[in-house]
């Protein structure tokens, strides 16, 4: 047996973990002591690997037959039988079909008419040689990933207002906070370990926990308040805390005058925003949203925590600006234990960020429009490259559904599920003339491809991975991938040599050297002291340099003079708010067992075993009003579609809300949910809309779906 030293797959916290391997088959996972983690790890980290053995697990390349049946939006495959669909191919025979059809496109249409999604779960090397390809080959910035769909919200607010769009210090130094404002996150389910981190800091040095959010979570029972306001009223809850630290006299004048910009047209703006007139609004009584802005504009250290309930909004920029403006108010900011965190999802949703898989920034958030950056890049990859902002993700199925994107290569993500309003996406997939998929698994994303290339799963390679703290970490390897599964970063270069570009990477430490020279703030970092440490923060811009885990110290922001810019945000109408028709509201995101789609989880023994099918909370009392008994079957439905599952009773949840986790594809959340746009993010509004609630349905419902093919196969463990 051998152990091998890597970090967990699942969400941003980055845990490391210690992985007992025996005749290529991982037999534990236990937690290393990594900066994150210490040694810790939840149900996931622990118990979610045996997906990569699972028997639907894809071994051979596959080519979408001449006779299968159409393209649709409705069609299903079944993984364990896609033969009437797909057929066997070679490496060889795949690779050139994949890159024959792109080229073919680009030829006959131009680069407009292709596109890309890279995956958050891959490593910055695979980001990076995917956003390359596009831009390098492809000959476009159409190049987008999952952060669209969860913190474009905040890294567009984030880069406005400081010039960062990442964390400004790690999770940890909750650890050194007097007060910590968690707003629109659960981390109990979401982020479980950095969830044990706030409570250490509760337990152990009486820190205060404020939290705002529309459902009650486990940490609301330790909480110093736990502000259950009405959901989609962020800014109004956030400009009465900023209204009262104002009007209290509890502003730090001194940081506004050092450090910032903006501060009177604010205070200006403000005046309509008292507790007493946005109390109706949020929903909030105004003397605890006073207690809540005097709790952490006092606290000797803030932080602020947030997550997709506040970014995934169609007012999500500006409700991340109302965040920010709450740390800059008071320069609760520059600190240990002071600063701002929009915790991450994926393990590599920060990395994927920072190697610019966005249509707007090459790596290290540099802007494709600046032409001081294009220059750069051109030197660097030596060829010419577009200036033009390339299309979001939600925006690439629009244009597929209209027919002028023809083309696309998916690595890794699954916008049949996980898009707002998935069945507009399963239409758009479904009308490209043209679809690559790369992946682990046939996903429902993968039923529309025309070619299929398998793909290899963390465990199966080498890379680094960038956590929500900013911290580089070492993945390792530690087995071999199955059949003829391939490693993604041999994929994408062998696709990319069949596109025309003279790439010769020898393996991820050559492509983290270009890296280096790609980004600034990672320049300093050696794989050698990665091999050696595991883990380094950024930035990190000589070498040697230790990193930097807090950012800002000095109160120079990267913005014009190094001055922070206070944003006002008016309320805006949401496009969609409840009504006669559809009178519930309906909330989405996980739950602890399950990590997004599904993919992989609920193929994992364990973690399908405990929560193995689709289920929709609701609060008791709304329960025994439509005369739904827990358990029993319940259908929603919005302006977009249906789904039905089973009801749960969740006194968490206030009344008239709904909350659906989104990784049932038996019960796909997506179908339902509004695709409106944040205007400058892009990032839909996936956790707000009108949805109507009745007894009983017709979807077909299979329990453990994934786990009774695994066990009828035989094949796990
Ligand atoms: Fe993995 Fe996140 Fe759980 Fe840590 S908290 S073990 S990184 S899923």
Redesign the pocket.
Known sequence: MKQVHS?????????Q?AVAVEDNRIVTVS?ARGP??EG???????Y?YDYSRHPNRLTRPMIRRQDAPPKSADLVVDPADPWEVFREASWEEALDFAAGGLKRIRGQHGPHALAALGCAKGSNEEAYLVQKMVRTAFGSNHIDHCTRLCHAGSVVALGHCIGSGAVTLPVRDVMDADCVFLIGSNPTIN????ATWIKNAIDQHGTKLIIGDPRLQDLSRRAFMHMQFTPDSDVALLNAMAYTIIHEGLANEDFIRAHTEGFEDLRDHLQAYSPEAMAPVCGIAAADLKLAARTYATARNAMIIWGMGSSQSQHGSDNVRCIITLALLTGQIGRRGAGLHPIRGQ?NVQGASDMGLMPSDYPDYQKVSDPAVQARFEQLWGCRLSAEKGLTSMEMMDHAVAGDLRGMYIMGENPAMSDANAYHARQGLANLEHLVVQDIFLTESAFQADVVLPASVYWEKTGTFT?TDRWVQLGRQAVEPPGEARQDLWIIQELARRLGLDWNYAGPADVFAEIRQASDNMAGITWERLEAESAVVWPCRKEGDPGEAVMFTDGRFNRPQGRALFVPCEIVEPDERPDAEYPFVLLTGRVLEH?HTGVMTRRSRVLDALEPDPVCHLCPEDLLELGIGAGELVTLETRRGTITAYARADDKLARHNVFMPFCYYEAAVNLLTNPTLDPEAKIPSLKYCGVRVSTGGTAGIRSGFATQQAHAAGALH
């Open positions: 970090v967990c797959p699942y969400c941003g916290v980055g845990c973990v937690g994150a983690n810790r790890l939840c149900v996931k980290g622990r979610g982020h479980p370990v950095a393990n956590n990590w």
